[in-house]
């Protein structure tokens, strides 16, 4: 991880730098990544003045997973979708905030944009950390032209870019596209992302456990035997470990990302096939963590080879430090 020097680096700036090592880049996913950063910089604006601009609250519809939409949910919705609309380079949008495919002004773009534009919105009204999570693909060529769902049904491998933004007590904005992970901090006096840090590598053991324990009777056998794990004393291992749970994946994957540790959302008789979605929120935050040195699986395999067939499919996720993960894993394959 270095530190960035003296001199302050935009992202707009270390997005053309990153262009220029490849000489025959169009520019076009850079493009695309400043969409998106600025997109970032309008939801931070809204996000740190909905109070006042009466945009707490719910809006009064349920989403596709029959959750409750709040206003803020709505406008990164369309504020996002009409940043990547803009430059003609994206064809395809789907968001948690729209059943079907999104299809935009350009039918030729090449890339497929995955949004949660707003996560963690049962947060908003507690003035908790929220934020948004993106996830892109290239169109593949097929013989028939026409634009179609299965295009955007790719594994999490075929990410050319993913990345988050994260609505704290400052606003940050980290992504890759394969080549490590990058992570920059919002100055709101001159409205810039400035780059904090570059390659950031994820600890390969950490003594943080963060899962909602309120579900802990319909979780199965071996999970209940791991969490008992974390609680149990041994120096050596630094357990008993500290257990941090915020309810917004973005929030607490970065500080996963940051300190250390295992964040999971398991299959459970509630949700045999987990609650998180894979296309907008596992995928991207497992690309981010793998690249920075983590793992991150539903259980039993890599959460980037699932072979998705719907596009708001969900999947159980075990993500975080390497030694971590692997001894959870250890842990429910048992039973
Ligand atoms: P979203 O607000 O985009 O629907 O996501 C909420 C998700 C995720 O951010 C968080 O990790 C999880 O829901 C929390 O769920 P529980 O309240 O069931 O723990
Ligand atoms: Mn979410
Ligand atoms: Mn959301």
Redesign the pocket.
């Known amino acids: 991880m270095t530190p960035s020097q003296n001199r302050l680096v935009t992202l707009e700036e270390y997005i053309i730098q990153k262009q220029n090592k490849f000489p025959g880049a169009t520019g076009e996913l850079s493009q695309l990544l400043r969409d998106i950063g600025l997109a970032a910089k309008i939801i931070s604006r809204e996000v740190n003045k909905a109070g006042i601009t009466n945009l707490l609250g719910v809006d009064g519809s349920t989403n596709v997973?029959g959750?409750s939409v709040k206003k803020l949910d709505l406008f990164a919705d369309s504020q996002l979708i009409s940043a990547l609309d803009r430059s003609m380079i994206t064809c395809m949008v789907i968001s948690?905030e729209n059943d079907g495919v999104v299809r935009l002004n350009s039918e030729g773009g090449k890339y497929i944009v995955y949004l949660?534009p707003?996560?963690?919105?049962?947060n908003i009204d507690v003035n908790v950390s929220i934020g948004s999570i993106f996830s892109v693909y290239m169109r593949q060529p097929r013989f028939e032209k026409e634009l179609v769902e299965a295009d955007a049904l790719q594994p999490g491998v075929r990410q050319v870019a993913a990345g988050y933004v994260l609505y704290g007590s400052s606003t940050i904005l980290a992504y890759t596209t394969g080549l490590g992970v990058s992570a920059f901090t919002l100055d709101p006096s001159i409205g810039e992302f400035i780059l904090s840090f570059d390659n950031y590598k994820i600890p390969d053991h950490g003594s943080i456990y963060s899962i909602?324990e309120g579900?802990y009777n319909s979780w199965q056998e071996g999970l209940k035997k791991y969490i008992k794990y974390c609680q149990q004393e041994d120096p050596e291992t630094s357990r008993p470990y500290t257990a941090r749970?915020i309810?917004?994946?973005?929030a607490?994957l970065h500080r996963t990302l940051v300190k250390g540790g295992i964040f999971i959302?398991p299959a459970s008789s509630k949700y045999p096939e987990g609650?998180?979605r894979l296309m907008y929120?596992c995928n991207p935050l497992s690309f981010i963590i793998e690249q920075a040195g983590g793992l991150a699986t539903d259980g039993k395999k890599r959460i980037l080879e699932i072979e998705p067939t719907a596009i708001h499919q969900t999947s159980p996720i075990y993500i975080g430090s390497p030694k971590n993960v692997e001894m959870a894993q250890s842990f429910i394959s048992k039973n």
């Open positions: 997973h959750e948690e949660d707003l996560d963690g919105s049962s909602n579900s749970y309810g917004s994946m973005v607490d959302y609650k998180l929120e």
